[in-house]
């Protein structure tokens, strides 16, 4: 019997989302990365496909296999094609992990100790701001889930003038800053947000991810006697989401909603059908289905 399609984290898919372009896979237990190439920025690396291997800044939601066991694959391969080191982020509660996982693997290796050979590990802790280049800012956010997991933003910074000095000529501008006047404020417009693994608890309480253009979510299970299951592995069901969408309809105003990480026992099949026949029509014109 051949391994289905879906199930292939070989063969990701390719989303156009106005602006972005991401190429993903996301099927629970099996893996789950997600690559914004244009963004030089990757969200989690249960597998490293070559595509990846350019991207210099990777965000690890948490550290369960299925997202995190190519982080050292993609470190490698970057060593061995004379890259320069890329940037890995991490819950903090997770670093000593990470670093001791490195150092098993180096010593396996026979290369413990060699220059290049360790990762560059960093935390990002929630609330915290990390400037990609001068108008890319991503931000970290808690995810409920059954490790410490994060959440992250990434947010378009734009300088504009203030309301008051808007129409004054470029000179009188220069001389306004000669005084030292600020007559500029920064807009922070949020552009995509990705969340790992997740119960709908994140939804709750972080209400500001449904302002991002594009937002990646987890949905694992879809069957009503899975609702236990879903809770006890600190995952989303379907009817998690639905009872969300009709207590909190203003929340999720996003462009682009990404549906992933559908459970294995799923045939591709039913997760459209599932899919096409509970979620709200209106709802459902913004979702892209990652299968």
């Known amino acids: 019997m051949s391994t289905p399609r879906h199930h292939n984290p070989g063969y990701p898919i390719t989303l156009t989302l106005g602006q972005e372009t991401l190429t993903a896979f996301s099927i629970s237990a099996l893996s789950t990365y997600v690559l914004a190439p244009e963004l030089n920025v990757a969200f989690d690396m249960g597998d490293c496909p070559l595509d990846a291997v350019p991207i210099e800044r990777v965000f690890l939601s948490h550290a369960h296999g299925d997202h995190a066991r190519c982080l050292l694959r993609h470190v490698s391969l970057r060593r061995l094609m004379g890259m320069a080191p890329a940037e890995y982020f991490v819950p903090e509660q997770t670093l000593e992990g990470f670093e001791a996982l490195a150092e098993a693997w180096g010593k396996l290796e026979n290369s413990r100790g060699k220059p290049g050979r360790?990762?560059?590990?960093?935390?990002?802790?929630?609330?915290?701001?990390?400037?990609?280049?001068?108008q890319l800012a991503a931000k970290s956010f808690p995810v409920t889930h059954t490790l410490p997991s994060l959440g992250y933003t990434l947010f378009d910074v734009r300088k504009k003038l203030r309301p008051e000095f808007q129409g004054r000529t470029g000179p009188e501008l220069a001389d306004l800053r000669r005084q030292g006047v600020e007559f500029e404020e920064e807009s922070w417009l949020p552009r995509l947000t990705y969340i790992g693994d997740s119960t709908i608890e994140t939804l709750y309480r972080e209400r500001h991810v449904g302002q991002s253009r594009v937002l990646l979510l987890e949905l694992t299970f879809l069957m009503e006697d899975e609702r236990e299951l879903a809770r006890q592995?600190?995952?989303?069901?379907?009817?998690?989401?639905?009872?969300?969408?009709?207590?909190?309809?203003?929340?999720?105003?996003?462009?682009h909603i990404v549906l992933k990480h559908f459970s294995m026992r799923y045939t591709r099949k039913m997760i459209l059908s599932v899919l096409s026949e509970r979620l709200p029509k209106a709802f459902l014109e913004r979702v892209h289905i990652l299968v």
């Open 233 to 255: 592995r600190g995952h989303t069901h379907l009817d998690d989401l639905l009872a969300f969408l009709k207590e909190c309809p203003e929340v999720l105003v996003n462009e």
């Open 118 to 134: 360790m990762p560059a590990l960093k935390v990002l802790k929630p609330g915290e701001v990390l400037w990609l280049n001068r």
